[in-house]
């Protein structure tokens, strides 16, 4: 900018100190172009004043640029005096900053110094301790030699005061006191550097005094004398104490590591190794020894041995004997069985007031369920309802075995069918008592003597004919003789004198058990003995955990269950299997290890499987099996009865030719990794009231793996059926349909051999079979290739015609040769 725009008053300056902001603006036609703020050094640029006005203030009358207002000046004022404003702003805190930083750094400067000082004082005082910690040894050492040579000098002899230089010389391996002489007073800060020096280097070997011999009054370190003092110590300690033996009780399992056995008898593995070689066993620390040779090494160290074994996890589970007094009355448990479709979920539902058979699929039940009911005179029962379809044997069986009183529904319009017989049968096996409750007596055609009269064929005789099992005839749509088969119950439950003591650690019976997806496993338990109370810790079969939460029949959470009361246990690590029986442990580590234990046991017996049979038996085994097609199959079911149920029928579907094996099978939903298997094997997905989730939905729709769905068990087994009978090779049946004689063999260039034949019997068809004989014996099989009548090629030949017949691929035909023409026909065959 030149001095003349200066002198226009189009720059304007503010003193602000050693440094000025400078605003350099051009407008055009009144608009701003652009601002340029430059910081020079020691100039300072003040605006002239106007007239009338006072200087820098930018208020008079004195020339401006052209189109700049009133108060576009006093903006460009305040904007400068703000510029100003902020660079003193920024100024003083510079400052303020510089001079926190070398505040800080004197702060770091002091605190090292003083920390250095003290560090240096507390290795002067160290140093210094040490120094008169020596000399004062020192000079304890050299007064008493000097004692021991004045006691060892003869008695005539004058001794020689202590301190002389006769006493200094007769001890030149120690330093001793200078002769003492007159200091000066001026002397004495001469006499300290020097008595610190020669102290300093007393202890130190020069190689004057290395050569020569003269040690100089070096002595022993302070760690040389602590070390020597030990072994001393150790020594004297050695021989007067001798350490007893301390024999262990040793236990032994069936097989254990070395280093676990070394551990147990507080022994080091190195020896235990060393006793093994001794005995002729080459092992490591980390291999596995037996039980014999375990207690061979226990004995040969001096330790008593322990045997035990894995099954003594199971102790845990104590058999409690109830005493008598401690007994209390508990609720009879009534199973309902018999034959499917003879009513009884329907007799069920009369007692409890329900509806559960309008919810079955199919109308059958499926599934073993269980109940509490209380009769209008206040008393308990629990009835477990089976199932009565052929595939549920096993449910009918566990029924059985955990029941009081067995009540068989048999239904008076169908009598005696085969699962009632079954019922029978285990109801015997059990040893249970039973009361036959005779169905459907509403119905046309119901005869309740045939079903007293068949029921003696299997030695159940009924009251009315003068037995002693009690029988109701009854109908559960009318409700007909409904009271008269609770009175039964409770007459035979009090004959029973059923009693069981709460006041102890639970115990009871898996009925069912299924995998839920939002509650996880889920065991419906009966319990027998004791209370389940919630937060128990329990082992069922191979599965353990706590009690989380416990469900009765009504959907209601309980907090505890006592003897005879059903409940749905959630909890668990897994689903059980049913049958099992639930026991109360009293920690987590007992239940976890109790579990573990039945895992592998069971894992051994499933490898074990077929390890003693021989080579030649599997060749043989493996020789059946080619000829034996086989229908695999993935089984995945809603509880664990119904998935035994499935897998126990598809073992009984096939026959020599063709079979059904289960791959896989479990409870809960069908998952990606069931899809996986199935895609490897080539199987199909059985689900039993279950279905896939979506992930395990698109991969089996990616890979092409099909999934069926049942929740009716009948449809299941027949589909099954009928896929396993589309294994099966079709049935071959042979119709004879004709004879032909050969006259003459005629030899056709470009066409082989023709024989001119007359049938003799029945006819001849193009499409036929045919076999050669010569002198009655079969030669050849085949089909013919062509049948003529004259030149013309026809379809048949009637009996008594003559025609002219060539085989496919066979030439070796003669005169007199007889064509045997038959058909066959394909039927296919089915395992119903």
């Given at each position: 900018?030149?001095?003349?725009?200066?002198?226009?008053?189009?720059?304007?300056?503010?003193?602000?100190?050693?440094?000025?902001?400078?605003?350099?603006?051009?407008?055009?036609?009144?608009?701003?172009?652009?601002?340029?703020?430059?910081?020079?050094?020691?100039?300072?640029?003040?605006?002239?004043?106007?007239?009338?006005?006072?200087?820098?203030?930018?208020?008079?009358?004195?020339?401006?640029?052209?189109?700049?207002?009133?108060?576009?000046?006093?903006?460009?004022?305040?904007?400068?005096?703000?510029?100003?404003?902020?660079?003193?702003?920024?100024?003083?805190?510079?400052?303020?900053?510089?001079?926190?930083?070398?505040?800080?750094?004197?702060?770091?400067?002091?605190?090292?110094?003083?920390?250095?000082?003290?560090?240096?004082?507390?290795?002067?005082?160290?140093?210094?301790?040490?120094?008169?910690?020596?000399?004062?040894?020192?000079?304890?050492?050299?007064?008493?030699?000097?004692?021991?040579?004045?006691?060892?000098?003869?008695?005539?002899?004058?001794?020689?005061?202590?301190?002389?230089?006769?006493?200094?010389?007769?001890?030149?391996?120690?330093?001793?006191?200078?002769?003492?002489?007159?200091?000066?007073?001026?002397?004495?800060?001469?006499?300290?550097?020097?008595?610190?020096?020669?102290?300093?280097?007393?202890?130190?070997?020069?190689?004057?005094?290395?050569?020569?011999?003269?040690?100089?009054?070096?002595?022993?370190?302070?760690?040389?004398?602590?070390?020597?003092?030990?072994?001393?110590?150790?020594?004297?300690?050695?021989?007067?104490?001798?350490?007893?033996?301390?024999?262990?009780?040793?236990?032994?399992?069936?097989?254990?590591?070395?280093?676990?056995?070394?551990?147990?008898?507080?022994?080091?593995?190195?020896?235990?190794?060393?006793?093994?070689?001794?005995?002729?066993?080459?092992?490591?620390?980390?291999?596995?020894?037996?039980?014999?040779?375990?207690?061979?090494?226990?004995?040969?160290?001096?330790?008593?041995?322990?045997?035990?074994?894995?099954?003594?996890?199971?102790?845990?589970?104590?058999?409690?004997?109830?005493?008598?007094?401690?007994?209390?009355?508990?609720?009879?448990?009534?199973?309902?069985?018999?034959?499917?479709?003879?009513?009884?979920?329907?007799?069920?539902?009369?007692?409890?007031?329900?509806?559960?058979?309008?919810?079955?699929?199919?109308?059958?039940?499926?599934?073993?369920?269980?109940?509490?009911?209380?009769?209008?005179?206040?008393?308990?029962?629990?009835?477990?309802?089976?199932?009565?379809?052929?595939?549920?044997?096993?449910?009918?069986?566990?029924?059985?075995?955990?029941?009081?009183?067995?009540?068989?529904?048999?239904?008076?319009?169908?009598?005696?069918?085969?699962?009632?017989?079954?019922?029978?049968?285990?109801?015997?096996?059990?040893?249970?008592?039973?009361?036959?409750?005779?169905?459907?007596?509403?119905?046309?055609?119901?005869?309740?003597?045939?079903?007293?009269?068949?029921?003696?064929?299997?030695?159940?005789?009924?009251?009315?004919?003068?037995?002693?099992?009690?029988?109701?005839?009854?109908?559960?749509?009318?409700?007909?003789?409904?009271?008269?088969?609770?009175?039964?119950?409770?007459?035979?439950?009090?004959?029973?004198?059923?009693?069981?003591?709460?006041?102890?650690?639970?115990?009871?019976?898996?009925?069912?058990?299924?995998?839920?997806?939002?509650?996880?496993?889920?065991?419906?338990?009966?319990?027998?003995?004791?209370?389940?109370?919630?937060?128990?810790?329990?082992?069922?079969?191979?599965?353990?955990?706590?009690?989380?939460?416990?469900?009765?029949?009504?959907?209601?959470?309980?907090?505890?269950?006592?003897?005879?009361?059903?409940?749905?246990?959630?909890?668990?690590?897994?689903?059980?299997?049913?049958?099992?029986?639930?026991?109360?442990?009293?920690?987590?580590?007992?239940?976890?290890?109790?579990?573990?234990?039945?895992?592998?046991?069971?894992?051994?017996?499933?490898?074990?499987?077929?390890?003693?049979?021989?080579?030649?038996?599997?060749?043989?085994?493996?020789?059946?099996?080619?000829?034996?097609?086989?229908?695999?199959?993935?089984?995945?079911?809603?509880?664990?009865?119904?998935?035994?149920?499935?897998?126990?029928?598809?073992?009984?579907?096939?026959?020599?030719?063709?079979?059904?094996?289960?791959?896989?099978?479990?409870?809960?939903?069908?998952?990606?990794?069931?899809?996986?298997?199935?895609?490897?094997?080539?199987?199909?997905?059985?689900?039993?009231?279950?279905?896939?989730?979506?992930?395990?939905?698109?991969?089996?729709?990616?890979?092409?793996?099909?999934?069926?769905?049942?929740?009716?068990?009948?449809?299941?087994?027949?589909?099954?059926?009928?896929?396993?009978?589309?294994?099966?090779?079709?049935?071959?049946?042979?119709?004879?349909?004709?004879?032909?004689?050969?006259?003459?063999?005629?030899?056709?260039?470009?066409?082989?051999?023709?024989?001119?034949?007359?049938?003799?019997?029945g006819v001849a068809r193009r499409a036929a079979g045919v076999r050669l004989l010569r002198d009655n014996v079969v030669i050849h099989e085949g089909k013919l290739k062509t049948l003529k009548r004259f030149k013309d090629e026809v379809k048949e030949v009637q009996g008594g015609q003559e025609c002219g017949m060539a085989f496919?691929?066979?030439?070796?035909?003669?005169?007199?040769?007889?064509?045997?023409?038959?058909?066959?026909?394909?039927?296919?065959?089915?395992?119903?």
């Amino acid at each position: 900018m030149s001095d003349e725009d200066n002198k226009d008053g189009k720059t304007l300056g503010l003193r602000s100190g050693t440094q000025t902001s400078r605003v350099r603006q051009s407008f055009s036609h009144g608009r701003t172009k652009s601002v340029v703020v430059e910081k020079k050094r020691k100039r300072v640029f003040v605006p002239k004043s106007g007239a009338g006005g006072k200087p820098g203030t930018g208020t008079g009358s004195g020339p401006r640029a052209v189109g700049i207002s009133d108060v576009e000046m006093e903006r460009r004022k305040k904007a400068l005096k703000a510029a100003v404003a902020m660079e003193a702003e920024r100024k003083v805190k510079e400052e303020a900053e510089t001079a926190r930083r070398e505040a800080d750094r004197a702060e770091r400067r002091r605190d090292k110094e003083v920390k250095e000082q003290e560090d240096q004082d507390r290795a002067d005082r160290a140093r210094q301790k040490e120094e008169d910690e020596i000399r004062t040894k020192e000079e304890a050492k050299a007064a008493a030699t000097v004692k021991v040579e004045q006691a060892a000098k003869p008695k005539e002899e004058a001794p020689e005061p202590a301190g002389t230089e006769a006493a200094v010389s007769r001890t030149p391996n120690y330093k001793t006191a200078a002769p003492k002489r007159d200091i000066k007073p001026q002397d004495d800060k001469k006499q300290n550097r020097s008595t610190v020096g020669d102290r300093r280097r007393s202890g130190k070997l020069t190689i004057n005094q290395a050569l020569s011999g003269d040690r100089g009054g070096r002595q022993r370190s302070m760690a040389a004398m602590k070390r020597a003092q030990e072994r001393e110590r150790r020594k004297m300690g050695s021989q007067q104490i001798e350490h007893e033996k301390q024999v262990r009780d040793v236990q032994v399992p069936e097989a254990i590591t070395v280093q676990e056995l070394a551990n147990r008898m507080a022994e080091r593995v190195a020896a235990v190794v060393k006793a093994l070689m001794n005995n002729g066993i080459m092992a490591t620390q980390n291999q596995t020894i037996d039980a014999d040779t375990a207690e061979l090494i226990v004995e040969e160290f001096g330790h008593k041995v322990v045997r035990v074994s894995d099954a003594d996890v199971e102790d845990a589970i104590t058999a409690i004997e109830d005493d008598e007094k401690d007994l209390l009355p508990r609720a009879p448990v009534i199973t309902i069985m018999g034959h499917v479709d003879h009513g009884k979920t329907s007799v069920l539902d009369v007692i409890r007031k329900t509806n559960v058979v309008s919810g079955e699929a199919g109308g059958i039940t499926q599934h073993i369920g269980a109940y509490q009911i209380t009769t209008d005179d206040g008393t308990l029962l629990s009835f477990l309802d089976t199932p009565g379809h052929a595939a549920f044997t096993s449910m009918r069986a566990r029924g059985a075995q955990v029941t009081d009183i067995v009540v068989l529904v048999v239904a008076a319009d169908d009598s005696v069918m085969p699962q009632t017989i079954e019922a029978i049968n285990h109801a015997k096996a059990a040893g249970v008592p039973m009361i036959v409750a005779i169905n459907k007596m509403d119905k046309e055609g119901a005869d309740p003597t045939r079903v007293r009269t068949e029921l003696l064929q299997h030695e159940v005789i009924v009251e009315a004919m003068s037995g002693e099992v009690q029988d109701v005839e009854l109908s559960a749509i009318t409700g007909q003789g409904i009271d008269e088969l609770l009175e039964a119950i409770s007459l035979q439950s009090e004959l029973l004198d059923l009693k069981a003591n709460p006041d102890r650690p639970a115990e009871g019976a898996v009925i069912e058990a299924k995998l839920d997806v939002g509650r996880g496993p889920v065991a419906t338990v009966l319990v027998q003995k004791g209370t389940l109370r919630k937060g128990d810790i329990f082992v069922v079969g191979e599965q353990f955990g706590k009690v989380r939460a416990l469900i009765d029949d009504q959907g209601q959470r309980v907090n505890e269950a006592g003897p005879s009361v059903p409940v749905e246990v959630l909890g668990l690590n897994g689903a059980p299997e049913a049958g099992d029986v639930l026991n109360v442990v009293a920690s987590e580590s007992e239940a976890r290890e109790i579990a573990d234990y039945r895992h592998q046991v069971r894992k051994d017996k499933k490898a074990a499987v077929g390890a003693g049979a021989t080579l030649d038996q599997l060749l043989a085994k493996a020789k059946a099996d080619e000829n034996v097609s086989e229908l695999p199959i993935l089984v995945k079911a809603d509880v664990q009865g119904s998935e035994e149920a499935i897998v126990q029928a598809m073992e009984k579907v096939g026959n020599d030719e063709v079979r059904v094996r289960v791959l896989h099978s479990g409870v809960g939903a069908i998952t990606e990794s069931d899809v996986t298997l199935a895609e490897a094997s080539g199987a199909p997905i059985i689900g039993f009231n279950v279905r896939a989730n979506t992930p395990a939905r698109n991969a089996a729709n990616q890979k092409g793996v099909e999934i069926r769905y049942y929740s009716i068990i009948y449809d299941l087994v027949d589909d099954i059926k009928a896929a396993a009978s589309g294994l099966l090779s079709a049935e071959i049946k042979e119709t004879f349909i004709g004879y032909a004689s050969i006259k003459e063999v005629f030899k056709i260039t470009g066409v082989g051999k023709i024989a001119g034949c007359t049938v003799t019997e029945g006819v001849a068809r193009r499409a036929a079979g045919v076999r050669l004989l010569r002198d009655n014996v079969v030669i050849h099989e085949g089909k013919l290739k062509t049948l003529k009548r004259f030149k013309d090629e026809v379809k048949e030949v009637q009996g008594g015609q003559e025609c002219g017949m060539a085989f496919e691929n066979y030439d070796d035909i003669r005169a007199g040769d007889v064509i045997e023409i038959f058909e066959t026909e394909s039927i296919e065959r089915s395992l119903s």
